[in-house]
């Protein structure tokens, strides 16, 4: 049982390129989150996915796009990579977004635009 | 947006003595959850204790406790016998679902042999 994973575990890109953080939880959980984790500041909520095809904005949405390709699967993605972007990427889930039962988060991706 | 502050951006404590992290929340709700989450160097997050704000009696688990205090907006945490391991940066976190989860900017804890 791995619970949250994320690839990859670190990442620098160029300003202007695209990716895509992959995640994965084997928890059969419904719901999956994106976070940012920048220094100083606490995790902001970038996109959420309550359930299995569907998705909605969190705090910080600006600049990304999300997939919710299965039950397991979440991704995030950087069309158009800029330094602002600059930051540490956790995925997490959880069983509901109606009770909030605690979140699983993944190791995070530290990733560096120049 | 709620609020989450930790006014202790950096805090130390002898091994085995006992240490507090503050936490306090701004919120005109009555209905939600608090949690305390841990963060070592490997910079995964744990799920140290969590709070229903329905609930008067404090959470503890083995070590760690908390102190709710719902009319002053506090959510303090206690570590009992510090240990080396207990060592990362503390997050105070509140939600009212999933999808509201709000974090403050963390404690650095430093546990001195």
């Known amino acids: 049982n791995a619970g949250v994973t994320q690839t990859p575990k670190f990442q620098v890109l160029k300003t202007g390129q695209s990716m895509t953080l992959q995640c994965a939880q084997d928890?059969?959980?419904?719901?999956m989150y994106w976070y940012r984790q920048d220094p100083g500041m606490g995790l902001r909520l970038i996109y959420y996915s309550a359930s299995e095809g569907t998705t909605d904005k969190g705090e910080v949405p600006n600049g990304y796009n999300v997939s919710r390709l299965n039950k397991r699967e979440f991704s995030l993605r950087l069309e158009s990579a800029a330094p602002s972007q600059t930051s540490v990427y956790f995925c997490?889930?959880?069983?509901?977004?109606?009770?909030?039962?605690?979140?699983?988060f993944g190791p995070g991706t530290r990733l560096t635009v120049t | 947006a709620q609020t989450v502050t930790q006014s202790q951006p950096e805090m130390s404590v002898q091994e085995a003595e006992t240490v507090t992290l503050s936490c306090t929340y701004d919120?005109?709700?009555?209905?939600?959850?608090l949690f305390w989450y841990k963060q070592p160097p490997s910079r995964q997050m744990i799920l140290v204790i969590r709070?229903?704000?329905?609930?008067?009696q404090n959470a503890t688990e083995n070590r760690f406790s908390v102190n709710f205090q719902k009319a002053a907006k506090s959510f303090s945490l206690k570590i009992s016998d510090s240990q080396l391991g207990d060592a990362a940066m503390y997050f105070c976190a509140y939600a009212r679902t999933g999808n509201q989860f709000y974090f403050g900017t963390g404690t650095s804890l430093t546990v001195i042999p």
């Open positions: 709070q229903e704000a329905y609930k008067q």
């Open positions: 928890m059969n959980h419904n719901s």
């Open positions: 997490a889930s959880s069983e509901s977004v109606v009770d909030p039962y605690e979140q699983y």
């Open positions: 919120t005109s709700e009555s209905d939600y959850y």
